[in-house]
């Protein structure tokens, strides 16, 4: 059964601290992962990794894929009270099918 | 351009009664996918829907249903409603069908409470 297991799945740091967030997986058809940031109703897409993008950065959040070792990590450098949220990582089910998601880490961050 | 449009934000029903939720997707958007998500199990996926036809479907029993429009709005209907049924319920669109090629676009949902 395809699996997406995420951890932690909480974690509290304080202002400034850089974050690791690890998300591993188990799917068949392997084709895409994608996180999301949901701070309080929609989740927020942020990166699409592929095959052939496995690195993505945007201002001071930034993932790679290991295809080999099936996990990715969402790194979040120098963090603000703003980047507390759940963050979820997902991938489609088999290929090009629906996303299957972990649970999620909630992340806070205090000042 | 707008986002997705989920309709109505809160919904208070009792056991037994019906439902049905709305959701309108980005223009130029096909693909309308459902999702319930609940504290203990996370976002579990419920439908998808392209040009009208579903494509895919979750585990979830009949009494979930939902259906696409020629305008690629959608609605799922719930029936005989369970205390268990109450969660987030969110609509996402896409361009395309399936999650491996674009990335899902999510509304901000439709939170239904079951008494």
């Known amino acids: 059964e395809d699996k997406v297991v995420q951890s932690p799945l909480s974690l509290v740091v304080h202002e400034g601290d850089t974050v690791t967030l690890n998300c591993s997986y188990e799917v068949t058809n392997f084709r895409s992962l994608l996180w999301y940031k949901q701070e309080k109703k929609a989740p927020t897409f942020l990166f699409m990794l592929t095959s052939s993008g496995i690195e993505k950065k945007s201002g001071r959040l930034s993932s790679i894929l290991d295809k080999k070792e099936l996990f990715s990590i969402l790194n979040i450098t120098a963090t603000q009270t703003g980047d507390s949220a759940v963050y979820l990582c997902?991938?489609?089910?088999?290929?090009?099918?629906?996303?299957?998601f972990g649970k999620g880490t909630r992340l806070s961050v205090i000042a | 351009k707008a986002g997705v449009t989920q309709t109505p934000r809160y919904l208070i029903k009792t056991r037994g009664q019906q439902v049905t939720l709305s959701c309108s997707p980005i223009?130029?958007?096909?693909?309308v996918s459902w999702y319930q998500q609940t504290p203990g199990q996370g976002l579990q996926f419920l439908f998808e829907?392209?040009?009208?036809?579903?494509?895919n479907k979750g585990n979830f029993p009949g009494r979930f249903s939902g259906r696409q429009f020629s305008n690629s709005r959608s609605e799922m209907n719930v029936s005989t409603l369970e205390l268990g049924d109450s969660a987030l319920y969110l609509c996402?669109?896409?361009?395309?069908?399936?999650?491996?090629?674009?990335?899902?676009?999510f509304g901000n949902g439709t939170r239904l409470t079951v008494t």
């Open positions: 223009s130029g958007h096909r693909s």
């Open positions: 996402a669109s896409s361009l395309s069908p399936g999650a491996g090629a674009s990335p899902l676009h």
């Open positions: 997902a991938v489609p089910h088999s290929g090009n099918t629906p996303l299957v």
């Open positions: 829907y392209f040009s009208e036809t579903q494509r």
